[in-house]
């Protein structure tokens, strides 16, 4: 959190001030939509690592930060990219290896983690994988656990209900609480203050945020405090939970950002191509992300037909008739 | 009457669509469960209700969408939520029930019981899938599930390397004494046939076979035996139901 007025920044020095090698880490969106890919590649650009994200289905950002050598530790629910990588390819291929530890959830059992966070409570209950091997195979070890402090001794914990037959569930599972250091989100519309406009689906972005030390919103659009105190029941994030805003337009993209751009199929289909092979991959971060100086040269490499083409409609908030095959 | 053509996937999707009540409220992914989803509402349950685990309530879906997060989603619904609201509604004690999920993996047992997580050790993976997502929240929470399946014998396995998502677990008791809610898989949709769970056993049985493909088959392409006495064959899509298919549900053919 940050009560300052002013929390306008540039993406190299925030990144460079809140992320730094081991933290714990959060990002928002979900698979291929408003994943704040500028400032992932900001992270892979300053080279950070040994990172310990924690995800629901958060896609293209989690299997590039993966991709480029990152992410030592990962939390996660879901490791795909709809119909783009059904099974995210450099995630796979990580997991093959043994080169990340990685702990199963579930989508809702991770919502659920980033509220207890954002409720500031231990845990929270949920009826979902009672029976599964998300309740009795732990993937990381009861030993890692014990060692570590920053994360709890159990991967979660299955109680009888305390309220014997009320709510008619007689065991709960129990998810312990995410409070990472820094949760980076790409929303449409943010003023200087920290105040936060989402359009479209929220995802977990509000839970991630809350639940976080650290909160870094890069956004399309810079706007006026003002502007966005003329609707206040469109705003979802109060300012004072935000610690720098920074002004990237096109920041979602690869991924689609709804009512500003589509998702570029080209590129998530070439990145498919790039990441299933190790040397066509080197090439892909050395010529897409240590090559280039930020997100607008990513921008410009990209042109500006390319961009025309999955400029989002007016009516329906997506690219009519993009071509996605 | 003459036949019309039709492709494999079509009447799988006709299969599941059939199994859709009207007044349902559908959970699907992104794939051929929402093309069932949407064929469902336009042909025999105009009142279900389509809906995301991202939040996206009864979204139009003028385009396919290629996740459950695209913008295509978002659009013409009546409510746009998020993830927790979207799960709520399913572990909700009145709204739950009513829903049905539309579900894949990699694999399946005779319980309906599923694994999208991994194949071999799941500490030293074979092959490492994307995980849960919300399918375990789903199978865990809902009334009723059905699941696309290709019919494989790597697929139909005795025992799950790894139990994602809970099926009948081990039998009849198996969720109840788990502490899950009552629900659990009625339907399995193949590319050779459907099946169902017995009331009794909650074991797997033939309930049709796909025109063209014997019971044998379909036994031999699968690493646990079934009944199959109770099959017959699956009606092929009607004229109707491959108009609608092809000019509402998929017209880009990005799916069938």
């Known amino acids: 959190?940050?009560?300052?007025?002013?929390?306008?920044?540039?993406?190299?020095?925030?990144?460079?001030?809140?992320?730094?090698?081991?933290?714990?880490?959060?990002?928002?969106?979900?698979?291929?939509?408003?994943?704040?890919?500028?400032?992932?590649?900001?992270?892979?650009?300053?080279?950070?690592?040994?990172?310990?994200?924690?995800?629901?289905?958060?896609?293209?950002?989690?299997?590039?930060?993966?991709?480029?050598?990152?992410?030592?530790?990962?939390?996660?629910?879901?490791?795909?990219?709809?119909?783009?990588?059904?099974?995210?390819?450099?995630?796979?291929?990580?997991?093959?290896?043994?080169?990340?530890?990685?702990?199963?959830?579930?989508?809702?059992?991770?919502?659920?983690?980033?509220?207890?966070?954002?409720?500031?409570?231990?845990?929270?209950?949920?009826?979902?994988?009672?029976?599964?091997?998300?309740?009795?195979?732990?993937?990381?070890?009861?030993?890692?656990?014990?060692?570590?402090?920053?994360?709890?001794?159990?991967?979660?914990?299955?109680?009888?209900?305390?309220?014997?037959?009320?709510?008619?569930?007689?065991?709960?599972?129990?998810?312990?609480?995410?409070?990472?250091?820094?949760?980076?989100?790409?929303?449409?519309?943010?003023?200087?203050?920290?105040?936060?406009?989402?359009?479209?689906?929220?995802?977990?972005?509000?839970?991630?945020?809350?639940?976080?030390?650290?909160?870094?919103?890069?956004?399309?659009?810079?706007?006026?405090?003002?502007?966005?105190?003329?609707?206040?029941?469109?705003?979802?994030?109060?300012?004072?939970?935000?610690?720098?805003?920074?002004?990237?337009?096109?920041?979602?993209?690869?991924?689609?950002?709804?009512?500003?751009?589509?998702?570029?199929?080209?590129?998530?289909?070439?990145?498919?191509?790039?990441?299933?092979?190790?040397?066509?991959?080197?090439?892909?971060?050395?010529?897409?992300?240590?090559?280039?100086?930020?997100?607008?040269?990513?921008?410009?490499?990209?042109?500006?037909?390319?961009?025309?083409?999955?400029?989002a409609d007016l009516r329906t908030g997506y690219a009519v008739g993009l071509d996605r095959r | 009457m003459t036949m019309p053509d039709y492709t494999l996937k079509e009447l799988m999707t006709i299969a599941a669509a059939r199994e859709i009540r009207d007044g349902d409220i559908v959970f699907c992914g992104t794939g051929i469960s929402m093309v069932a989803a949407m064929a469902a509402k336009n042909i025999s349950a105009p009142n279900s209700v389509i809906f995301f685990e991202t939040g996206a309530i009864d979204s139009l879906l003028e385009e396919v969408p290629l996740a459950v997060s695209d913008s295509r989603v978002m659009f013409w619904t009546s409510v746009n939520g998020n993830l927790a609201d979207a799960f709520a509604a399913m572990q909700n004690r009145i709204t739950g029930p009513h829903v049905v999920g539309i579900m894949g993996a990699a694999q399946i047992d005779k319980y309906g019981n599923l694994n999208s997580t991994a194949i071999g050790d799941y500490f030293k993976p074979k092959v490492r899938f994307s995980g849960s997502g919300g399918a375990c929240d789903v199978a865990s929470f809902v009334g009723r599930t059905i699941t696309f399946m290709q019919h494989e014998k790597r697929k139909f396995v005795e025992k799950l390397d790894y139990i994602t998502s809970p099926g009948w677990l081990d039998g009849p008791d198996g969720r109840k004494k788990a502490g899950l809610p009552a629900g659990g898989p009625v339907s399995v949709i193949t590319n050779m046939a459907s099946m169902g769970f017995d009331e009794t056993t909650k074991e797997m049985y033939l309930t049709g076979f796909f025109p063209g493909i014997t019971s044998q088959k379909i036994l031999d392409n699968m690493g646990f035996e079934i009944d199959v006495s109770r099959a017959k064959e699956v009606e092929p899509p009607t004229g109707y139901e491959l108009k609608v298919l092809r000019e509402k549900c998929d017209p880009q053919r990005l799916i069938l």
């Open chain 1, 1 to 311: 959190m940050n009560i300052s007025k002013n929390k306008e920044a540039g993406l190299k020095e925030a990144v460079k001030k809140y992320v730094s090698p081991g933290c714990h880490i959060s990002i928002g969106g979900f698979t291929a939509s408003r994943n704040p890919m500028a400032a992932v590649y900001e992270i892979i650009r300053q080279r950070i690592d040994n990172l310990h994200l924690y995800a629901h289905s958060n896609g293209q950002g989690v299997d590039e930060l993966i991709g480029a050598g990152c992410i030592s530790r990962l939390e996660i629910a879901y490791a795909g990219n709809g119909r783009f990588a059904p099974t995210c390819i450099r995630f796979k291929k990580a997991v093959h290896k043994g080169s990340i530890e990685v702990e199963d959830y579930s989508n809702y059992q991770m919502t659920l983690r980033f509220l207890a966070g954002a409720m500031g409570v231990p845990f929270l209950p949920t009826r979902s994988s009672l029976g599964t091997d998300i309740v009795s195979k732990w993937g990381f070890s009861s030993k890692m656990r014990k060692l570590d402090t920053r994360i709890p001794d159990q991967k979660l914990m299955v109680i009888d209900n305390p309220f014997g037959s009320w709510g008619d569930a007689p065991k709960l599972v129990l998810v312990p609480a995410i409070n990472c250091d820094v949760t980076i989100i790409h929303a449409q519309k943010a003023d200087r203050e920290g105040t936060v406009r989402m359009e479209g689906l929220t995802f977990s972005d509000i839970e991630q945020v809350k639940s976080a030390k650290h909160v870094i919103v890069t956004c399309e659009e810079l706007v006026e405090p003002d502007f966005l105190k003329a609707n206040p029941d469109q705003n979802q994030i109060p300012s004072f939970c935000v610690n720098a805003v920074v002004h990237v337009p096109y920041g979602a993209y690869p991924t689609a950002c709804y009512r500003y751009y589509d998702y570029d199929p080209n590129y998530l289909n070439e990145y498919r191509r790039f990441a299933e092979d190790d040397g066509l991959y080197k090439i892909y971060i050395e010529d897409f992300i240590y090559g280039l100086k930020d997100h607008e040269a990513l921008l410009n490499k990209m042109g500006k037909d390319r961009l025309e083409k999955i400029r």
